[in-house]
Protein backbone atom coordinates (compact mmCIF):
# COMPACT_ATOMS: atom_id res chain seq x y z
CA UNK A 1 0.00 0.00 0.00
CA UNK A 2 1.38 3.35 -0.75
CA UNK A 3 1.80 6.09 1.60
CA UNK A 4 3.36 10.07 1.73
CA UNK A 5 3.88 10.79 4.84
CA UNK A 6 4.41 15.05 5.11
CA UNK A 7 5.43 16.73 8.28
CA UNK A 8 7.93 19.77 9.40
CA UNK A 9 4.91 21.96 9.06
CA UNK A 10 3.70 25.15 11.18
CA UNK A 11 3.38 28.30 12.66
CA UNK A 12 6.13 30.60 11.29
CA UNK A 13 7.29 34.21 10.96
CA UNK A 14 7.55 36.33 8.16
CA UNK A 15 11.46 35.39 6.95
CA UNK A 16 11.24 32.94 8.54
CA UNK A 17 12.34 28.96 7.41
CA UNK A 18 11.06 25.53 7.66
CA UNK A 19 11.67 22.19 6.24
CA UNK A 20 9.27 19.85 5.17
CA UNK A 21 9.68 16.06 5.17
CA UNK A 22 8.01 13.40 3.06
CA UNK A 23 8.61 9.95 3.81
CA UNK A 24 7.27 7.61 1.05
CA UNK A 25 6.70 3.59 1.03
CA UNK A 26 4.80 0.82 -0.73
CA UNK A 27 6.86 2.21 -4.26
CA UNK A 28 9.72 1.76 -6.11
CA UNK A 29 10.54 5.62 -4.32
CA UNK A 30 13.82 6.29 -6.91
CA UNK A 31 12.01 5.59 -10.26
CA UNK A 32 10.06 8.43 -9.55
CA UNK A 33 9.25 12.42 -9.79
CA UNK A 34 8.22 14.02 -6.52
CA UNK A 35 6.10 17.10 -6.44
CA UNK A 36 5.01 19.34 -3.78
CA UNK A 37 1.84 20.94 -4.47
CA UNK A 38 0.19 23.70 -2.08
CA UNK A 39 -3.38 24.73 -1.27
CA UNK A 40 -4.43 27.87 0.38
CA UNK A 41 -7.51 28.38 1.84
CA UNK A 42 -10.52 28.68 -0.78
CA UNK A 43 -7.81 27.87 -3.22
CA UNK A 44 -6.80 25.42 -5.80
CA UNK A 45 -4.41 23.12 -5.22
CA UNK A 46 -0.69 24.55 -6.98
CA UNK A 47 2.54 23.37 -8.23
CA UNK A 48 5.08 24.44 -6.31
CA UNK A 49 8.65 21.73 -7.06
CA UNK A 50 9.47 19.30 -8.75
CA UNK A 51 12.59 16.64 -8.35
CA UNK A 52 13.70 14.03 -10.98
CA UNK A 53 13.81 10.71 -9.85
CA UNK A 54 17.85 11.18 -9.37
CA UNK A 55 18.00 14.22 -7.82
CA UNK A 56 19.66 15.90 -10.36
CA UNK A 57 16.69 18.31 -11.95
CA UNK A 58 14.76 20.36 -9.70
CA UNK A 59 11.48 22.65 -11.16
CA UNK A 60 9.97 25.33 -9.46
CA UNK A 61 6.91 27.62 -9.38
CA UNK A 62 8.30 31.29 -9.93
CA UNK A 63 6.73 31.97 -7.16
CA UNK A 64 8.67 30.38 -4.49
CA UNK A 65 11.96 30.46 -7.18
CA UNK A 66 15.01 31.16 -4.99
CA UNK A 67 13.71 30.95 -1.72
CA UNK A 68 12.65 27.34 -1.64
CA UNK A 69 14.63 24.08 -2.33
CA UNK A 70 13.44 20.82 -2.80
CA UNK A 71 15.79 17.51 -2.38
CA UNK A 72 15.40 13.69 -2.09
CA UNK A 73 17.08 11.04 -0.24
CA UNK A 74 16.30 7.93 -1.80
CA UNK A 75 18.24 5.89 0.90
CA UNK A 76 15.90 7.02 2.85
CA UNK A 77 13.05 7.49 0.44
CA UNK A 78 12.23 10.62 1.43
CA UNK A 79 11.72 14.06 -0.30
CA UNK A 80 12.10 17.40 1.58
CA UNK A 81 11.00 21.15 0.57
CA UNK A 82 14.05 23.51 2.54
CA UNK A 83 11.18 26.53 2.96
CA UNK A 84 13.18 30.29 3.24
CA UNK A 85 12.08 33.86 3.30
CA UNK A 86 8.66 32.59 3.91
CA UNK A 87 5.70 35.08 3.08
CA UNK A 88 2.47 35.53 4.30
CA UNK A 89 1.32 33.95 0.68
CA UNK A 90 3.42 31.19 1.64
CA UNK A 91 0.48 30.31 4.13
CA UNK A 92 -1.34 26.53 2.99
CA UNK A 93 -1.19 22.83 3.32
CA UNK A 94 1.91 21.41 1.66
CA UNK A 95 1.52 18.17 0.11
CA UNK A 96 4.12 15.98 -1.95
CA UNK A 97 3.01 13.68 -4.47
CA UNK A 98 3.39 11.52 -6.96
CA UNK A 99 1.41 13.78 -9.75
CA UNK A 100 1.85 11.23 -12.43
CA UNK A 101 0.32 7.62 -10.76
CA UNK A 102 -2.08 10.31 -8.29
CA UNK A 103 -0.23 9.13 -5.19
CA UNK A 104 -0.95 11.92 -2.84
CA UNK A 105 -0.12 12.33 0.40
CA UNK A 106 -1.97 13.67 3.92
CA UNK A 107 -0.34 17.24 3.90
CA UNK A 108 0.79 19.28 6.51
CA UNK A 109 -0.03 22.97 7.60
CA UNK A 110 2.42 26.00 6.73
CA UNK A 111 1.26 28.99 8.29
CA UNK A 112 3.28 32.24 7.93
CA UNK A 113 2.31 34.90 10.86
CA UNK A 114 3.59 37.48 12.66
Known amino acids: QVHLVESGGGLVQPGGSLRLSCVAS????????IDWYRQAPGKERTFVARISSTGDSTYYADSVKGRFTISRDNAKNTVYLQMNSLKPEDTAVYYC???????WGQGTQVTVSS
Open 97 to 103: SVSVVGY
Open 26 to 33: GFIFSGYY
